[in-house]
């Protein structure tokens, strides 16, 4: 009887595995499929994180970007072959053409006019002018804005409270002191564009 049982229960013990591991595999199956959406997504996030990284290289080791700078104002920033700073609605203005260079960790860089040579600098009480050698006054901190415009600081000096002055053009194209500008108006807010490849190359 004993024997019996053994030979009885044998196919029903074997097929009972069978469903066990047809189940365990429609689990993991189910699981893999489940998780293909969130892989995707990962990878996705990963691609956009390399983009990001790519697109902001020049913050981390001295790349250089020649490109106009736009303002929230409706201005394109010049430097001329005087150091004067102001703005000029001329899209083809040669003395827009800058060159912007990063000089250290953290967003650090400098503005340099390609046809008069001249850094933008900011003094002690935030007035902005053109300087023919380079030194720490020329330093801009580079913030990046939710409306997709950047916003340059100094990175040497700030207001008395400690807030930040920033590079900016009024409504009318001059340059304004730094104690008057904020970050959040758009007289701070630029655009930097694109020079076809015939700007970048000045005489």
Same mark, same amino acid.
């Given at each position: 009887?004993?024997?019996?049982?053994?030979?009885?229960?044998?196919?029903?013990?074997?097929?009972?595995?069978?469903?066990?591991?047809?189940?365990?595999?429609?689990?993991? #199956?189910?699981?893999? #499929?489940d998780?293909?959406?969130?892989?995707?997504?990962t990878v996705?996030?990963?691609?956009?994180h390399?983009?990001?990284?790519?697109n902001?290289?020049?913050?981390?080791?001295g790349?250089?970007?020649i490109?106009r700078l736009?303002?929230?104002?409706?201005?394109?920033?010049?430097?001329?072959?005087?150091g004067?700073?102001?703005?000029?609605?001329?899209?083809?203005?040669?003395?827009?053409?800058?060159?912007?260079?990063?000089?250290?960790?953290?967003?650090?860089?400098a503005?340099?006019?390609?046809?008069?040579?001249?850094?933008?600098?900011?003094?002690r009480?935030?007035?902005?002018?053109?300087?023919?050698?380079?030194?720490d006054?020329?330093?801009?901190?580079e913030?990046?804005l939710?409306?997709?415009?950047?916003?340059?600081?100094?990175?040497?000096?700030t207001?008395?409270?400690?807030?930040?002055m920033f590079?900016a053009?009024?409504?009318?194209?001059?340059?304004?002191r730094?104690?008057?500008?904020?970050?959040?108006?758009p #007289?701070?807010?630029f655009?930097?564009?694109e020079?076809?490849e015939?700007?970048?190359?000045?005489?």
């Open positions: 009887m004993h024997i019996w049982r053994l030979k009885w229960n044998l196919p029903h013990l074997l097929f009972g595995l069978y469903l066990h591991i047809i189940i365990i595999v429609a689990s993991v #199956s189910l699981a893999c #499929s998780k293909v959406p969130e892989q995707l997504a996705m996030n990963c691609s956009k390399e983009r990001h990284t790519r902001y290289d020049y913050m981390e080791g790349d250089v970007r490109r736009f303002s929230g104002t409706q201005w394109f920033l010049t430097i001329d072959d005087s004067n700073i102001s703005g000029t609605q001329d899209p083809k203005n040669c003395y827009s053409i800058l060159e912007i260079r990063t000089v250290s960790e953290g967003g650090v860089l503005i340099k006019g390609v046809k008069s040579q001249y850094y933008i600098s900011m003094n009480t935030g007035m902005l002018r053109g300087k023919k050698e380079y030194s006054s020329c330093n801009f901190k913030v990046f939710e409306n997709f415009y950047s916003a340059y600081s100094s990175a040497k000096w207001k008395q409270n400690g807030t930040e590079i053009l009024s409504r009318n194209g001059k340059p304004l730094g104690r008057r500008t904020r970050k959040e108006h #007289s701070s807010h655009l930097p564009r020079c076809k015939d700007d970048k190359h000045l005489d």
